[in-house]
Nanobody
Framework: QVQLVESGGGLVQAGGSLRLSCAAS????????MAWYRQAPGKQRELVAL???????NYATSVKDRFTISRDNAENTVYLQMNSLKLEDTAVYYC?????????WGQGTQVTVSS
């Protein structure tokens, strides 16, 4: 079992930056996949960024070159650095972990980008 708690969301103007944090209740060193998803009103939840414990990353096309996912195993935390935010980035952002066939989700943090 692992509990995930997101923080760092808020209101930001278009073009601004935010950094989301996902704190895990235990070591994430052995967790195969950690990721950020988002869900905008009326839309399906979508993968934003994925980090695997072999160091590889993958991004949605819409956020590539603007967002960066990173993992700090010492702090049991995964980050999502979001730069050059756009109105369409407004959503609830969820932290995700997958290990040994089990999936875990955080409660989500709201990101609102204003014009």
């Amino acid at each position: 079992q692992v509990q995930l708690v997101e923080s760092g969301g808020g209101l930001v103007q278009a073009g601004g930056s935010l950094r989301l944090s996902c704190a895990a209740s235990r070591s994430i060193r052995s967790i195969n996949k950690m990721a950020w998803y988002r869900q905008a009103p009326g839309k399906q939840r979508e993968l934003v960024a994925l980090n695997t414990n072999d160091g590889s990353t993958n991004y949605a096309t819409s956020v590539k070159d603007r967002f960066t996912i990173s993992r700090d195993n010492a702090e049991n935390t995964v980050y999502l650095q979001m730069n050059s935010l756009k109105l369409e980035d407004t959503a609830v952002y969820y932290c995700y972990a997958a290990q040994w066939g089990r999936e875990y989700w955080g409660q989500g943090t709201q990101v609102t980008v204003s014009s």
